[in-house]
């Protein structure tokens, strides 16, 4: 199959802007998708465009521009709709339920990833409707319903350990792990975090590893808080904040850790005051 020299150009260009994108190279990232965006525009390819309007999405989200991130993911969407691209379609559903999710809009996110799932399960998509059971669990958790989380996050593992797709059964334990640990049973909660953590370990650099790290460090970091181990608190606690900081979507989790490494220092205090 022939690709004729702009067109050519323009794939190059949008594949190399989502490289840029894993690798959290957002300012080259950006530039680059929008001169796809430019280069497919000129040669008149929709569905071009459609792609790096969701690479876009995907940028803003990750940088905290929510607006923008909606706006250029319902673009995208309207798009594939008039091109009846049904599997991009749920792609970009998929990506609107984690934008709305970041701020802490569930029931969006919820019926977002809820429309999504019943594309893919029309099209027999196995690997898409796994990670749809782990951001509907991660939503459920958020919202506190512990037990419903907890059967989403088991479907997640189960269909990833069928798929024997490691990167999401490293997240699945991950997200088991944090829901023992708000349930109050903590070794349960340490043993699936070490072992989603050592599961992340084993993966390239990408953003989403780097925030898988990061979230069980947070996580063992405040189990170890509660168990009175302040240093290790602290540094676990450090380290996820580091990688936190970095991305703009997860500000709000660099701060509570500023939070909690606040409170482990206080009562590390206490304690050598005392003693």
Avoid at 47 to 52: E, I, Q, T
Avoid at 53 to 70: D, F, I, K
Avoid at 137 to 163: T, W
């Amino acid at each position: 199959m022939k690709v004729n020299a702009p067109v050519g150009a323009a794939n190059c260009l949008w594949a190399l802007g989502v490289i840029y994108e894993t690798q959290g190279r957002s300012q080259m990232a950006l530039s680059t998708l929008e001169d796809a965006r430019s280069q497919y525009m000129g040669v008149k390819s929709d569905l071009g465009v459609a792609h790096c309007l969701r690479s876009l999405g995907r940028l803003h989200r990750t940088q905290g521009s929510y607006e923008a991130a909606v706006s250029a993911a319902e673009e995208a969407k309207a798009m594939y709709t008039k091109l009846l691209d049904q599997n991009d379609i749920a792609h970009t559903l998929l990506l609107l339920s984690l934008i709305y999710y970041d701020q802490g809009h569930y029931s969006n996110a919820y019926s977002k990833v809820e429309e999504a799932m019943a594309i893919y399960a029309r099209r027999g998509e196995k690997i898409s409707i796994a990670i749809c059971f782990g951001v509907m669990g991660s939503i459920l958790f958020k919202q506190r319903r512990y037990d419903e989380a907890h059967r989403c996050a088991e479907e997640a593992e189960n269909e990833f350990v069928k798929l024997r797709n490691r990167e999401g059964i490293a997240d699945s334990r991950r997200l088991l792990g944090d829901i023992y640990r708000m349930k109050g049973e903590y070794d349960k909660a340490c043993s699936l975090l070490e072992e989603a953590k050592s599961r992340f370990a084993q993966h390239d650099n990408s953003l989403n590893v780097r925030l898988g790290l990061a979230d069980c460090n947070s996580s063992l970091g405040k189990i170890s808080r509660l168990h009175g181990q302040y240093d290790e608190a602290i540094k676990l606690l450090d380290e996820a904040r580091t990688t936190y900081s970095t991305i703009g979507s997860r500000k709000l989790d660099a701060a509570e850790c500023t939070q909690e490494i606040d409170l482990a220092l206080k009562a590390r205090g206490t304690c050598e005051q005392a003693g």
